[in-house]
């Protein structure tokens, strides 16, 4: 079929992991039937984009691709427990499975922190498999800031600024982070 032929001819890697990138990707929207860890796995289906860009362009694997991976995956999966706070009270009444179902809003913005301290570990590490500028610095200083503001934002018993930290200021990290690699290189 159409598929399975241009991903080989991307790369043969490529096909052969495609029905696995697939079986993810498709899969997330059954997660929260079955695991409270739907989050982390939302984390995960996006965090196959660097890595498979960097397979499809090179035929393999890199530090650097999974260490794009990560920092996209713990950063997803963290703003995706923030947003999910919203829903927690209709997760656990229609039996659906949620960080913050499970664990509370206390809990759940904690998981949220942690995996954000990993993504600033992960931004922070970068350079060390990276030849990026200072200016790279700057970026990092201001992405890991908005992050702080975002959890800043979200309160245990105020989810009113929700929308702000969820849409805005990953709009703003994610602006951030492309522009500060384009210009530390």
């Known amino acids: 079929d159409l598929f399975a032929l241009s991903s080989w001819l991307l790369s043969p890697l490529c096909l052969m992991l495609s029905p696995a990138v697939l079986a993810i990707i498709m899969g997330y929207s059954l997660t929260k039937r079955f695991t409270a860890l739907c989050h982390l796995f939302l984390g995960l289906a996006l965090a196959l984009a660097p890595s498979a860009a960097w397979i499809a362009m090179t035929g393999g694997l890199s530090t650097t691709a999974l260490m794009l991976s990560g920092i996209v995956g713990t950063w997803v999966a963290g703003f995706d427990i923030i947003y999910a706070l919203q829903d927690a009270q209709f997760d656990a009444e229609r039996g659906l499975n949620s960080i913050p179902a499970r664990l509370g809003p206390k809990g759940a913005l904690v998981v949220s922190a942690l995996l954000h301290v990993v993504t600033v570990g992960l931004l922070a590490a970068l350079p060390l498999v990276?030849?990026?500028?200072?200016?790279?610095?700057?970026?990092?200083?201001?992405?890991?800031?908005?992050?702080?503001?975002?959890?800043w934002l979200v309160r245990p018993d105020d989810f009113s600024r929700i929308d702000k930290a969820f849409f805005d200021l990953n709009g703003y990290i994610s602006l951030a982070f492309l522009g500060v690699v384009l210009l530390a290189m």
């Open 130 to 151: 990276v030849g990026l500028s200072w200016v790279y610095w700057v970026g990092f200083a201001v992405i890991t800031a908005v992050l702080a503001y975002e959890h």
